[in-house]
C-alpha cells in the first residue's frame, strides 16, 4: 500500500528513460530456459513488478544478484523446480514462467495470473498454444499446470486467433526448447518482442520473424548464457513527454525510443505538442493541448497502454477528444476517478469522449485502479489546483522505474508514503 500526493509544477530539466517493464519482465522469463548464467543491464531493478518476479525465480532455483541499480546477474544454483510455490502478490508474468517451466523440465505449476484487471484478460489462449505444442494443460484451485509425455514439447503449427503479445510471447518461449520446428502464425510483433528475440537469440536460439505473418523457431537442444540491454520504457518515455506539454514545461529525455512510439508522435504533434529530435535525445518545448482523436491498435498503432496518459493530455486540451480503445474496449474506469478533479467526459459504447478544459482541474483523492490510470492521475495531478492524493499508489511503481524520484528532479512537488514488505535480499545489492 502506499500514497501518492502531488501538486501544480512545472516540469523542466533533464530526465534519462529507464528499462522497459514490458520487456523486463519477458527477459526474466527467458532465464529459465538455460542453466547458464545470464546478466541484463539497463535494468530496472525498482519496479515493483520486477521485484515480484526475481522472488519467483529465486524460489524456483535462480539467484538474483544486482551488481549496481541497473545490471542484474542471474545464475542458477539448484535444480530448477517446475512448481512454483507463491503466496505473494502474482503477476501476468506467470502465464510465461509455466511455458517456460514446461519447455525446460517437461511440467510447469504456476499460480494464476495478476497484473492489472483490463477487462476480458483470459488466458484460455495461453492454454491452446501449450496444448498444440503437445502438453496437456489444466487447473486446480488458484493455480495452472502443464506437462508433456516424453518430458520435451513438440514443434507444430500454431494459429493465434487474435494478435496477442503475451501469446506471441510465450509461444516462442515455449517452442525455444520444443523438438522440431514451430511456426507462430498472426504474432504480434511489438518492440518487446524483438526484444525478447533478441536475448534469446544471444542464447542460442534460432528464430526468423517473417514481418507480422509469422515466427519461425528451430528448437534446440540447450540454451547458454547472455548479456543484454532492456530496451528503453517507451510508456515511460511519452508519459515525460506529456508532463512537459501540460505543464507547460521544458524537458529533455534521454534514451527516447522514438521509432517505437511513431503514431503517438504523430498526434500529440498535431495537437499542440512542441518537440524536437537531438543527436541522442527528444527535447520537448512545452506547447498547447488541442484535442485529440485515437484508436489502439496492434503495433505499429497506438498501444492501448499510452491511451490512458493521452487522457490526462486531452483533459488539458480545449474542445472535445475522442479515444477508442481496440484491444481493451471499456478500458475507461480511470476517467471517474479524474471526473473527482473536474474532468468532464461522457462514455458511449467502445469510445470516451473528454471535454477539455470545461472548468479548471482541482486537487482531490482519486484511487490509481491499474498501473496507466495512477500515471494518468498523476499528469492531472500536476496541473490541478490544490493538492492531489493518489491512493494505491503502488500501482505507478509497478511500472516506472524510480518514478517519485525522477518526477521531483524535474521540479515536480510530490510525495509518497510507501507501506510495504521489504524486497528480497537478493534487490538489496551485492
Known amino acids: ?38 546478466t541484463l543491464t539497463n535494468y ?18 535462480k539467484k538474483c544478484t544486482l551488481l549496481d541499480a541497473e545490471t542484474i546477474l ?28 514446461t519447455a525446460r523440465t517437461g511440467s510447469g505449476r504456476v499460480p494464476l495470473p495478476g497484473g492489472c484487471k483490463l477487462g476480458d484478460r483470459s488466458y484460455d489462449i495461453h492454454e491452446f498454444l501449450l496444448g498444440e505444442l503437445g502438453a496437456e494443460v489444466g487447473g486446480e484451485g488458484t493455480e495452472l499446470f502443464a506437462s508433456v509425455d516424453g518430458g520435451r514439447l513438440k514443434g507444430t ?41 533478441a536475448l534469446l537469440r544471444k542464447m542460442g536460439a534460432v528464430i526468423t520473424v517473417y514481418g507480422q505473418e509469422h515466427i519461425e523457431v528451430i528448437g534446440s537442444d540447450a540454451l547458454g548464457g547472455a548479456t543484454h540491454a532492456v530496451m528503453p520504457d517507451n510508456m515511460e518515455a511519452i508519459t515525460w513527454l506529456i508532463a512537459s506539454v501540460v505543464t507547460g514545461g521544458d524537458i529533455e529525455i534521454f534514451n527516447f525510443p522514438m ?13 499542440g505538442a512542441r518537440f524536437f529530435v537531438g543527436e541522442d535525445s527528444l527535447i520537448v518545448r512545452g506547447g498547447r493541448c488541442y ?14 497502454d499510452v491511451q490512458p496518459v493521452m487522457a490526462a493530455y486531452a483533459a488539458c486540451a480545449r474542445g472535445e477528444s475522442v479515444i477508442v480503445d481496440l484491444r481493451f474496449p471499456g478500458r475507461y474506469a480511470y476517467a471517474e ?51 492531489t492524493t493518489i491512493t494505491e499508489a503502488w500501482q505507478i511503481e509497478r511500472g516506472y522505474n524510480n518514478f517519485v524520484e525522477k518526477l521531483n528532479a524535474l ?16 534487490l538489496v545489492g551485492a
Open 411 to 426: 521540479g515536480g512537488n510530490a510525495t509518497i508514503e510507501r507501506e510495504r514488505k521489504n524486497a528480497p535480499a537478493a
Open 1 to 38: 500500500m502506499s500514497t501518492l500526493k502531488v501538486s501544480r509544477s512545472v516540469l523542466e530539466g533533464k530526465v534519462s528513460i529507464s528499462g522497459a517493464k514490458n520487456s523486463a519482465l519477458r527477459l526474466l522469463a527467458a532465464t529459465l530456459l538455460t542453466k547458464d548464467p545470464v
Open 291 to 304: 484535442p485529440i482523436e485515437i484508436s489502439t491498435g496492434p503495433h505499429p498503432g497506438i498501444n492501448s
Open 259 to 271: 521509432r517505437d512510439l511513431e503514431v503517438a508522435m504523430i498526434h500529440l504533434r498535431e495537437s
Open 74 to 101: 542471474i545464475e542458477e544454483v539448484a535444480p530448477i523446480k517446475s512448481h512454483l510455490i507463491w503466496h505473494d502478490r502474482s503477476i501476468r508474468n506467470t502465464l510465461l514462467i509455466l511455458g517456460a517451466l
Open 337 to 387: 476517478e479524474m471526473a473527482k478533479m473536474g474532468v468532464s467526459f461522457a462514455v458511449e459504447g467502445n469510445l470516451l469522449k473528454i471535454f477539455g478544459a470545461d472548468r479548471k482541474l482541482v486537487g482531490a483523492e482519486v484511487r490509481a485502479l491499474d498501473l496507466r490510470a495512477g500515471a494518468a492521475l498523476t499528469l492531472c495531478g500536476l496541473v490541478a489546483d490544490g493538492e
Open 157 to 197: 503449427d500454431i494459429k493465434l486467433r487474435i494478435r496477442s503479445t503475451g501469446a506471441t510471447e510465450n509461444a516462442i518461449l515455449s517452442a525455444t526448447l520444443a523438438k522440431g520446428v514451430t511456426r507462430i502464425w498472426n504474432p504480434h510483433i511489438r518492440p518487446e518482442i524483438l526484444d525478447l528475440i
Open 44 to 61: 530496472p531493478s525498482a519496479l515493483l513488478d520486477a521485484q515480484i518476479h526475481v522472488g519467483m525465480l529465486e524460489a524456483l532455483g
